[in-house]
């Protein structure tokens, strides 16, 4: 089954919206980058949270210099913005 996207439109209602819909559909890693794509016409579609990279792990000779060992920091967590423009012509479905 084709996916699906509920997406709140600027009048409040929610429109429904299969992926095969979209002409294109980009994924933005900042809150900006979101924006500057939403402001140019993009329709943000939904958004996932998943882990970064890990930092890197202090050196054996760094730890063996310090008086504790400092357990490895965590992997940051980085939110996704999934992004969609339309093809010409497509309409969604009104659900609210």
Known sequence: MDE???VLMADGTVV???????????????ANER???VADGWM???ERVETGP??????????????SVVPPAAAPVVTIYVL???????QGTKVV
Do not use: C, H, M
């Not at 969609?84 to 497509?90: I, N, S, T, V």
């Open 54 to 67: 890990a930092p890197k792990a202090p050196s054996a000779v760094e730890e063996a210099l310090t008086e």
């Open 16 to 30: 429904e919206y299969a992926a095969g819909q979209f002409a294109e559909i980009k994924e933005a890693r900042s």
């Open 4 to 6: 699906t996207y509920d």
């Open 35 to 37: 924006n500057d794509l």
């Open 84 to 90: 969609g423009r339309l093809k010409p012509g497509e």
């Open 44 to 46: 943000a579609l939904t």
